[in-house]
């Protein structure tokens, strides 16, 4: 009778551990937000190429504590132009890198975004709403010129995001451990057009 009693709770075991995991890879992948890049607008002005698009899923409950914490936190959007070729490599024309910065003043209660594509303007902001929406949105940055670019061919752009790895003083690491647990970088983005 012992023998029967402990394989019971031995299957039982194992299947409240099997359940347990199924349980929370999928609380994992539902709660997990991935962020990716989404509406992409590639379009010309009489001078330029321009490009505009939008970073979802990019903050986190831990990342909005670092900040109103006043933890300066800068994404980083990488842009890269190609010209498809055949049989070679496709060529490189453009690289673009785009820095987004924001730091909470928490004495004036403003959040303080800088954007490099604006020159490195600073907006002030009351709303932490609104100072997220102008970090994650990227609109109006020239690429390239348009008579760098020859007209029917085809071309690709590519669009990666990233969160800046913060360095804090050594001390701090011990203190701010979750600092690492809301890095992300986002997948590449490819769109081709014909210009």
């Known amino acids: 009778m012992l023998d029967s009693w402990?394989?019971?709770i031995k299957k039982t075991g194992?299947?409240?551990?099997v359940g347990l995991l199924l349980v929370l890879s999928l609380t994992t992948a539902l709660g997990a937000k991935q962020a990716?890049?989404?509406?992409?607008?590639?379009?010309?002005n009489q001078d330029s190429l321009l490009v505009y698009f939008y970073t979802r899923g990019c903050f986190t409950p831990d990342m909005n504590k670092a900040i109103m914490s006043g933890l300066p936190t800068t994404f980083t959007f990488f842009?890269?132009?190609?010209k498809p070729r055949n049989f070679w490599p496709n060529k490189k024309l453009?690289?673009?890198k785009l820095n987004h910065t924001i730091k909470y003043d928490s004495l004036r209660e403003e959040f303080q975004v800088t954007l490099s594509e604006r020159g490195n303007q600073t907006f002030i902001l009351k709303d932490f709403a609104k100072a997220q929406e102008m970090m994650a949105d990227v609109s109006n940055v020239q690429v390239i010129p348009l008579k760098q670019m020859e007209r029917n061919n085809q071309y690709h752009l590519r669009i990666k995001a990233e969160l800046n790895k913060v360095t804090l003083p050594l001390y701090l690491h011990y203190v701010l451990?979750?600092?690492?647990?809301?890095?992300?970088?986002?997948d590449w983005y490819v769109v081709e057009f014909i210009y």
């Open 14 to 17: 194992k299947l409240f551990v």
């Open 6 to 8: 402990y394989k019971k």
């Open 94 to 96: 453009v690289a673009l």
């Open 79 to 82: 842009l890269e132009l190609y």
């Open 177 to 186: 451990f979750f600092v690492s647990l809301w890095d992300f970088e986002t």
């Open 36 to 44: 990716q890049i989404a509406d992409i607008i590639v379009t010309n």
